[in-house]
Nanobody, 122 residues
Framework: QVQLVESGGGLVQAGGSLRLSCAAS????????MGWFRQAPGKEREFVAG????????DYADSVKGRFTISRDNAKNTVYLQMNSLKPEDTAVYYC???????????????WGQGTQVTVSS
């Protein structure tokens, strides 16, 4: 079992930066692929970024490539999402996810955090 708690969301102007953190509990964190997803009002939840268990491999949605960076610190059981050059269209609830896996319809996850709101004003 994995429990996830996100933090770091908030209100920022377009062009600004935010850093999201996700603190995980559970023995499987260090062996688990982790990811970030987001859901904007009226839209489906979408994959944002993923990282392998040891941080050696990352993947990003095209919409955030070059602006967002996912990283992890297994000693602290924490995964991060550094978001730069934020745009109003990045406004969404951001969810941390654990035990990330790739299916026929994209990335999925077995465990989810409660989400943190990110709002980018124009």
């Amino acid at each position: 079992q994995v429990q996830l708690v996100e933090s770091g969301g908030g209100l920022v102007q377009a062009g600004g930066s935010l850093r999201l953190s996700c603190a995980a509990s559970g023995r499987t964190f260090s062996s688990s692929g982790m990811g970030w997803f987001r859901q904007a009002p009226g839209k489906e939840r979408e994959f944002v970024a993923g990282i392998s268990w040891n941080g050696g491999s990352t993947d990003y949605a095209d919409s955030v490539k070059g602006r967002f960076t996912i990283s992890r610190d297994n000693a602290k059981n924490t995964v991060y999402l550094q978001m730069n050059s934020l745009k109003p269209e990045d406004t969404a609830v951001y969810y941390c996810a654990a035990k990330l896996w790739s299916g026929a319809r994209g990335y999925k996850a077995d465990y989810w955090g409660q989400g943190t709101q990110v709002t980018v004003s124009s």
